[in-house]
């Protein structure tokens, strides 16, 4: 194989890291916010399934894919807000919960893609998000390829990451989060509304989780199709969780599950000895060591999955 | 003189106990003023009205001669009060500095800087010799260092009025001098120090002013200066009159649990048990007297097996447990009545038999190996409610929906019908109801004449007194003295309970009563 | 309500009275949840059917008929509950424990697997003697890989919703890759393994239908499962560290055991769910063969209020609405998915009703203890 020919094979495998890990690390940002206040959500799958239904709907009814990333965004704040409902006020079992709204958003995206679309042989295209490169960026030889000839969710991650690190660990509402999550009694002696702030996190998680949908079935695949989502919910939570939490580390994990993703599909097509299956089994098989040998180590915020309620109610 | 804090016919009601019954008080400014009284006499219950932690029932309370309503921390903070409570409020993973302005306005919010932050920590902190560096993790620092955090962080919110509940609790000896020394200087500066304490000692050493409370009462309020500690004492506990209970002549055979030179760490660390050494007969009741924090629950754990022993020896019969697993000391003949019935004596959603079955499980009368033998168990659980008075309509009753007194009895009945070697009472009449407690003391009487070895580990002196064979003093994690029930009275064992050692009862003039041959 | 002989003076005794009704209320909330949140649930899938133009009534004819409306349909659908009691019943030791063990997708297929592996290559035994064996291994997979998370929890404090969801998909790409690999039946065209000896086979137990053995110890296995968890030394023991782990602590119990046998079992039964339907139903391992039941249990549990009873009638109830899915399907065109939609409120109202529960519970105690108020002695 020559030189140019072994280049352009790994950067477009590159590039497809990229491409794919974009669908984690958006809920992955969202839910390491989410989880940091106390509250871990399993029902993120559910979430992304749902923007991306109804980002394709929303594109369909005006013809406009940016109506339908708000459609899609709106439509995933609201599954996770009401899940907050269940589980902050109702302080209801998080994984239960979770579980729930998994099955929820499945059956009724599935009845309302056949009410509204209809059954067909053909997937329904959509006007969808089309990859576009950046200016000047897009020229830089192998990093322009893999980086800046992407679509606008990447561009937007490549925004997000940054600004969340800064978020969590440079201002105050950082601050609040993170104590609500490893100590709510004491943040709410000092004033701090607990309640509040996890709900906030879940609409952010939603928010996240909506793009995500969008970015699936907008610019990805142009469609919608039932359980579309295909396990990439709780990929993003093994990310959360071997990120220890923390946004960059969390990206950086999105983006090596990513890799490997991204490699069992090329492995597929080569037929080369490493089976497909054992590449998709590395991100919770490292996830599961990870935890299991550091253990005390690998801290996870206090009060996560633990419901508060105030001594006095 | 203008009042920094009123209170006006303050009544707060919580499950079944009138914590603050009609209390009327005013802290004058710029005083550090005392709250005595033993547990369960409503000094930290007030002042957590006053600090927005809990809502008051009726009353009002002024803050500079004004009314105010306080429904929340912020509130108070926001009214220049702040308090440091005895479980401290810190998040650990956090330093010092983020601790302290959590939850307040920054100057550029909501970017997070720390640094102007971290200098007035350190102004202050060097102001008042706190030794507080704003960067270290919180975690990392020790009890008193934490506690002088929590100091900081009301200051840096510019607390006028500063509450301390219980604060030397958790410090050493050398650590609570250095806290007063901190306390006088903040007084001097302008604010109010409210103190609350069961400690005689640092009455007399701190305070300008005292208010006695007991049974959710004030009992008076006097100048540190017109009294002295056995007054004090008398104020606190006060009683004449005091349970009667005919006990028959104690005849003690034979050791049936020792302590010897048993040291314990608490969880956070730090010595609970010091030295602890004496002895249990069979056939006597010891009674353990000691206000709550001294290390009653750690000597609780140590004899049942639930906390290991940093040196020293713990004996059943002559024999060692240290190595052995609560369930095998159980087996040795060990029972014990929790000090904490809700979370450690029953389980409340289970029925009435299974909860008697908790000390019974593997016992072969109710269980062959695997199966348990429900019939049997029934009849058992119905004998022991008819044995124990326990008022409930069949034994499948749930216990969560008993009474406390019946809830209590379920324990007792549990603990007794295997007819223990030792038996271990804690705190076993707290919060139930006149008739329960008289049933409970009498039944512990009759243990003690079957035989057993029984350690009666409680708060009331009541109780001490009259059910006490030979009475012990646990103070800050040591026996301050062991005294035959007979030669002794409630004043001294009060004395005892906050500092004093049997030894200097003797010898001190202000104790106004014969030591020896007098009875109340 | 009524008295024994033997305290005839507590018929007047307030605290007997609130204890009694207490105990009434207790037993119609465990009943009224369960059917209250199904009944709920379905009042508003009746709505979201509406919504579509279909008669709700025609929606639960069809799923109706699907379900038990022939014996073929009664068939599956108790092959599909299987499967479902099992997990569930697993699910329901491990939380009654206060184990949270959300790996039944996970047990479910090592079960298969382990199952299967005996099934397939153990050659030479009687019926009597192989498919026992079969199931057994399909129990000792399952409680394993279980018994890992439990392991770790116990000794290490490791999470164990973290680690059983991470070997949920371990074992999904496990057991793929050894069917791509060193299990391949090279022969068929699709991935799969080869098939299970007929000695290993759970018998058909009404000719004419596939309805396999499988159901009956399922059935079997409740009855077990109900009598370990109250009427055994060890069910005690772990429903009392379920409940309350201070006071179970205090009675000498030992809960490092305690929890890691709650995975064991829980993980055993799951992996039983997964043998039963390999064993009885398809015969060999394929890809994706079981997805979902792990997950689909846990709504089982949640419904039958973790009892037996409830998870038999549970599994039954979610067997059906999975079979009679594709007959709505396909004479309303309502996608079978729709049924997930009724799984998921259903949980959330059981789950939220929980708590209702609870705090009605607690402000009838407060009023209790208020009548009983004590003052200090003047």
Redesign the interface.
């Known amino acids: 194989m020559s030189d140019a020919l072994l280049n352009s094979l790994i950067i477009e495998y590159l590039h497809s890291t990229i491409r794919i890990a974009v669908l984690i690390v958006l809920p992955c940002l969202g839910e390491v916010f989410l989880e940091r206040s106390g509250v871990i959500n399993i029902g993120m799958e559910g979430a992304i399934l749902t923007g991306a239904f109804f980002g394709v709907l929303g594109s369909a009814i005006t013809g406009s894919a940016l109506v339908g990333v708000v459609f899609a965004v709106i439509a995933g704040a609201i599954v996770t807000l009401m899940f907050s409902v269940v589980v902050v006020t109702m302080r209801a079992n998080q994984i239960v919960s979770g579980m729930a709204v998994n099955m929820v958003a499945l059956g009724l995206t599935s009845f309302l893609n056949r009410l509204i679309f209809g059954v067909r042989g053909i997937p329904l295209m959509v006007a969808g998000i089309d990859p576009f490169p950046i200016p000047y960026l897009s020229n830089i030889p192998v990093i322009g390829r893999i980086l800046f000839q992407q679509d606008v969710f990447v561009y937007l991650a490549y925004v997000l990451v940054p600004m969340a690190v800064f978020v969590m660990y440079r201002t105050t509402w950082g601050l609040k989060i993170r104590a609500v999550g490893e100590h709510p009694e004491a943040a709410d002696t000092v004033g701090i509304n607990v309640y509040a702030w996890r709900y906030r996190m879940a609409v952010l998680n939603g928010i996240m989780c909506g793009l995500a949908g969008a970015a699936l079935s907008l610019s990805q695949l142009n469609t919608f199709t039932e359980n579309m989502t295909a396990g990439r919910g709780f990929i993003a939570m093994a990310a959360v969780i071997f990120g220890r939490w923390n946004p960059a580390s969390a990206t950086l994990a999105a983006l090596a599950f990513a890799a490997t993703d991204a490699l069992q599909l090329r492995v597929q097509g080569f037929g080369i000895g490493i089976s497909s299956q054992f590449l998709m089994m590395m991100p919770y098989l490292f996830t599961l060591i990870a935890v299991a040998f550091f253990r005390g180590r690998w801290s996870m915020p206090a009060a996560l999955a633990s419901s508060y309620a105030r001594e006095s109610d | 003189m203008t009042n920094a804090v009123g209170f006006e016919n303050i009544i707060k009601r919580f499950l079944g106990v009138v914590a603050n019954d009609d209390i009327s008080l005013a802290i004058p400014r710029n005083e550090i003023h005392s709250l005595l009284g033993e547990n369960g006499s409503g000094k930290t219950t007030l002042m957590n009205i006053l600090y927005g932690l809990y809502r008051l029932d009726s009353g009002r309370i002024y803050v500079d001669e004004q009314p105010v309503q306080i429904n929340s921390p912020q509130e108070a903070i926001a009214h220049g009060i702040g308090m440091v409570h005895q479980h401290f409020m810190l998040v650990p993973v956090y330093t010092v500095a983020e601790n302290i302005i959590l939850g307040q306005r920054l100057k550029r919010e909501p970017l997070l800087d720390l640094s102007s932050a971290e200098q007035s920590i350190s102004d202050i902190s060097r102001s008042y010799g706190l030794g507080v560096d704003p960067r270290a993790e919180v975690s990392q620092l020790s009890v008193g260092e934490q506690q002088r955090v929590e100091i900081v962080k009301a200051l840096y919110r510019n607390a006028k009025i500063l509450i301390l509940d219980e604060p030397t609790s958790v410090l050493t000896p050398s650590e609570a001098d250095e806290l007063f020394v901190v306390l006088r200087r903040l007084k001097e500066e302008g604010r109010t120090i409210i103190f609350i304490t069961h400690k005689l000692k640092e009455v007399m050493n701190i305070a300008d002013r005292v208010t006695v409370l007991r049974g959710g009462r004030v009992v008076d309020t006097v100048s540190a200066k017109d009294v002295n500690e056995a007054s004090l004492v008398r104020m606190m506990v006060g009683r004449e009159v005091f349970f009667q209970v005919d006990k028959s002549i104690a005849r003690p055979r034979g050791v049936a649990l020792e302590l010897d030179n048993v040291s314990v760490s608490n969880d956070k660390g730090k010595l609970a048990l010091k030295n602890v050494s004496f002895v249990v007969e069979k056939g006597e009741i010891i009674g353990m007297a000691g206000v709550d924090g001294n290390g009653q629950v750690e000597l609780e754990e140590t004899i049942l097996g639930l906390r290991t022993v940093d040196s020293g020896d713990v004996r059943i019969c002559n024999q060692s447990t240290l190595k052995l697993r609560p369930d095998e000391i159980i087996k040795r003949g060990v029972a014990s009545i929790p000090s904490d019935r809700e979370r450690t004596g029953i389980i409340g959603a289970f029925t009435i038999s299974e909860n008697l079955l908790l000390k019974g499980w593997n016992d072969p009368r109710f269980s062959n190996h695997t199966f348990l033998d429900l019939k049997k168990i029934r009849e058992y659980s119905e004998n022991l409610m008819q044995d124990y008075d326990i008022r409930a309509p069949r034994s499948s009753t749930v216990v969560g929906h008993l009474s406390g007194g019946n809830k209590q009895k379920a324990v007792l009945a549990r603990e007794l019908a295997s007819k223990p070697i030792v038996l271990v009472a804690c705190q076993p009449t707290r919060g139930l109801d006149v008739g329960a407690t008289e049933y409970i003391r009498q039944r512990i009487l009759l243990e003690r004449d079957r035989g057993a070895a029984v350690l009666l580990i409680s708060a009331d002196l009541d109780e001490i007194l009259a059910l006490s064979d030979r009475i012990m003093v646990l103070f800050n994690g040591e026996i301050m003295g062991s005294v035959d029930s007979d030669h002794i009275n409630m004043e001294e064992i009060a004395l005892m309970m906050t500092g004093w050692r049997a030894k200097d009862l003797e010898n001190h003039e202000s104790v106004n009563v014969a030591f020896r041959g007098n009875s109340l | ?4 002989k ?2 005839p003076r ?1 018929l007047l ?1 307030k ?2 009275i ?6 009434y209320r ?1 037993r119609f909330f465990s009943w009224l949840i369960p059917v209250g949140a199904f009944l709920l649930s379905l009042a508003i899938l009746s709505i ?1 059917i509406a ?2 133009k279909v008669s709700p009534l025609v929606a639960y004819g069809a799923l109706m008929r699907g379900a038990f409306g022939n014996q073929h349909a009664i068939a599956t659908t108790l092959i599909h509950a299987t499967v479902l009691i099992f997990a569930g019943l697993g699910i329901a030791v491990a939380f009654r424990s206060g184990v ?1 063990n ?1 790996g039944a997708e996970g047990q479910i297929l090592i079960g298969g697997l382990t199952s299967a592996v005996v099934g397939i290559y153990v050659k030479g035994l009687p019926i009597y003697v192989h498919l026992p064996l079969c199931l057994a291994s399909g129990f000792v997979g399952g409680s394993l890989w279980g018994g890992l998370a439990g392991f ?1 929890l116990a000794k ?4 164990e ?3 059983t ?6 074992a999904m ?2 057991v ?2 050894l069917i ?2 060193p299990i391949r039946d090279p022969g068929g065209s699709d991935v799969q393994t080869f098939m299970i000896l007929p000695s290993a086979t759970l018998p058909i137990i009404y000719p004419g239908t596939n309805l396999h053995a499988g159901i009956i110890v399922a059935l079997l296995t409740a009855v077990l499962i109900y ?1 370990l968890m109250f ?4 069910g ?2 772990l ?2 560290v379920g ?2 782990v ?9 809960i490092h055991l305690v929890q890691v046998s709650a995975m064991l079992i829980s993980g055993g039964l799951a992996g039983l769910g997964g043998a039963a339907e390999i064993l009885g139903a398809q015969y060999r391992l394929r890809d994706y063969f079981l997805s979902n039941y792990g ?1 689909d249990a ?2 089982v549990a ?1 419904l039958g209020q973790l009892h037996p009873i409830g998870l038999v009638l549970s599994g039954i109830l979610f067997g059906g609405l999975k079979t009679g899915a594709a007959t709505m399907q396909r004479m309303t ?3 079978s ?9 259903v ?2 109202f059981v ?2 009703a ?3 529960q609870t705090m009605s ?1 607690r402000s009838l ?2 009023r ?3 009548r ?6 003047e």
């Open positions: 309500m009524t008295i024994t033997k305290y507590n005794r605290d007997a609130l204890a009694a009704i207490g105990a207790d979201v919504v579509a949270w959300v770790l290490y404090r490791v999470n919703i973290i680690t969801l991470m070997m949920n998909y371990i790409y496990f793929g890759w791509r690999g009598v009427r055994t030394s060890i005690y023991q429903r009392a409940i309350n201070h006071a179970s602590r205090y009675s000498g119990m030992r997950f846990i709504a949640m065109n309502l996608p998915s729709l049924i997930y939609l009724l799984q998921g409120t949980v959330i789950v939220s929980t708590i209702l519970a105690s407060r209790e203890e208020r009983n108020e004590r003052r200090a002695p």
